[in-house]
T-cell receptor, first 114, second 111 residues
């Protein structure tokens, strides 16, 4: 089975711009989660989509949004970028059918905001 | 605040030695997982232990779970330079579908 893929791998943006990140889960997985990882805050949960519906949401401002398509692929959008949004954004997929499911992570998208 | 907290934050050992890292959590869980992350990459699942299990092994990994103390430990025996990575514990507080991660332990194994 192919693993979780994320595109692009690296991004450089300036403050005020918006960005869209993409994640393709493992075939058959219906749950896709997004995490933000920074040295200061560690790994923080953004949101989870299951069968095209947002099922769980972390504590991030409304500038962070996402969606999931019928083929389970997911996109995450960040509008009005701030310097503090510079981070590694990780996507993870799972079956989503049991609590605390094993998460399969992609390699991440490294976003730098200048 | 984090549900799981790893201890120590950083650990430096020589190849061949054992490495032990601990995880404490706050609320009841159904299971606890350990993940490894090599520098700047995605996390890789290592092992899952359920709340009714006390110990689990996988190769050179041994995980214990003490639900009365709300803590878990990960032991890596006969460590190798390739084990150099950050290790995270993840729990499912309140039976959440999404595991909550701690801040991780950074392990350096010197050849």
């Amino acid at each position: 089975k192919a693993g979780v893929t994320q595109t692009p791998r690296y991004l450089i943006k300036t403050r005020g711009q918006q960005v869209t990140l993409s994640c393709s889960p493992i075939s058959g997985h219906r749950s896709v989660s997004w995490y933000q990882q920074t040295p200061g805050q560690g790994l923080q949960f953004l949101f989870e989509y299951f069968s095209e519906t947002q099922r769980n949401k972390g504590n991030f401002p409304g500038r962070f949004s996402g969606r999931q398509f019928s083929n389970s692929r997911s996109e995450m959008n960040v509008s009005t970028l701030e310097l503090g949004d510079s981070a590694l954004y990780l996507c993870a997929s799972s079956s989503g059918l049991t609590t605390g499911s094993e998460q399969f992570f992609g390699p991440g998208t490294r976003l730098t905001v200048l | 605040s984090q549900q799981g907290e790893e201890d120590p934050q950083a650990l430096s050992i020589q190849e061949g030695e054992n490495a032990t890292m601990n995880c404490s959590y706050k609320t009841s869980i159904n299971n606890l997982q350990w993940y490894r992350q090599n520098s700047g990459r995605g996390l890789v699942h290592l092992i899952l232990i359920r709340s009714n299990e006390r110990e689990k092994h996988s190769g050179r990994l041994r995980v214990t779970l003490d639900t009365s103390k709300k803590s878990s430990s990960l032991l890596i025996t006969a460590s190798r330079a390739a084990d150099t990575a950050s290790y995270f514990c993840a729990t499912d507080p309140g039976g959440s579908y999404i595991p909550t991660f701690g801040r991780g332990t950074s392990l350096i194994v010197h050849p």
